[in-house]
């Protein structure tokens, strides 16, 4: 959609999230929920990118919330690394896994 379009359809809170590059963006509209400017990727499922892990949030204003994550290969290959961090700190420490907190 055209830039100009969409803010004067939508006003300048297309931009919650940030600022979007370019001359035309793409308008995700969640009827009675929100309407955003994104330049991301969207799915109709999670079920369609697999394995997803949350690795950060962070609070942009309110009612803001940006997250930050990893799919498929990345998210395995985290929790993987992370199992192994708990691995080693069980024979580290040689304690059982609900020790270690």
């Known amino acids: 959609m055209d830039k100009a379009e969409a803010e004067k359809d939508y006003g300048f809170t297309l931009y919650q999230g940030g600022?979007?590059?370019?001359?035309?963006?793409?308008?995700?509209?969640?009827?009675?929920?929100?309407?955003?400017?994104c330049c991301g990727t969207h799915c109709d499922n999670t079920a369609e990118v697999g394995w997803i892990k949350l690795m950060k949030t962070q609070?942009?204003?309110?009612?803001?919330v940006?997250?930050?994550?990893?799919?498929?290969?990345?998210?395995?290959?985290?929790?993987?690394?992370?199992?192994?961090?708990?691995?080693?700190l069980q024979e580290t420490w040689g304690v059982d896994r609900g020790q270690i907190v």
């Open 59 to 64: 609070r942009i204003s309110d009612g803001i």
């Open 19 to 37: 600022v979007v590059p370019g001359n035309s963006l793409r308008v995700v509209d969640i009827e009675g929920v929100d309407t955003e400017a």
């Open 66 to 88: 940006r997250l930050e994550y990893v799919a498929e290969e990345r998210a395995i290959a985290v929790m993987g690394s992370e199992q192994d961090i708990l691995v080693d």
